[in-house]
């Protein structure tokens, strides 16, 4: 299957370049040359797209602008910018909106395939959890979640006794494998609100669960610094 790439690039002799260049390199790209035009595009199918390849610098609405619309209208699909920018806070701030990688022009074209393509890899899921409704039980690999009974069978065949609350977290990684989860939606969902003394609960459970899983090797918990976090599943 070819992946499908919606380029957002202003500069027509770039634009053009890039485009041809990945249609070699066998993805099917769609070239927009506006922020508006690329957004109204993206909303007549959301899931047509594998990646996103967005210049900061468009007129009228700028790149930044741009991504945070497309996280609202979809937010599982990746996206990376492409820009003149080499400023830590331009990158932060591309970053915190969830992008997948910066490029700052002049780059090489070979590089941005191979981190389109490792993107695109990184993004599919590598095992869905399962979900047997009928006993309400959650599987990843040998681990299993026990959601009734709130526990929590490790790959070693060990039994952990958790807090609701814990059960309500880890239920939320195992629907959410392999993608960055934001602090804001975490704790929205869990514990309903956003606040400082809730949120060091947050990092107290985390803490918890690497112990739980520090034996297994396919299960760890990634800290994106100032976005939030990822479990990852091999």
Known sequence: MRHRILLVEDEADLGNVVKQYLELMDFEVNWQQSGSDALEDFKRAPERYQILLIDVNLPGMNGFELAEHVVKINNQVPFLFLTARGEKTDRLNGLKIGADDYVVKPFDVDELVLRIRN????????????????????????????????????????????????????????????????????????????????????????????????????????????????????
């Open 119 to 234: 993107i695109i890899k990184r993004k599919q899921p590598v095992v869905a959890p399962e979900v047997v409704k009928a006993n309400n039980v959650i599987t990843i690999g040998n681990t299993q979640l026990f959601v009734d009974s709130l526990k929590l069978i490790t790959e070693q065949g060990d039994e952990i006794v958790l807090t609701p609350r814990e059960c309500d977290l880890l239920v939320l990684f195992f629907h959410n494998v392999n993608r960055v989860i934001k602090r804001e939606e975490i704790l929205t969902k869990v514990w309903g609100s956003n606040d400082y003394f809730v949120g060091r609960s947050l990092d107290v459970f985390i803490s918890r669960f690497r112990k739980y899983f520090q034996q297994n090797p396919s299960i760890s918990i990634k800290n994106v610094y100032g976005i939030g976090f990822v479990f990852n599943v091999k």
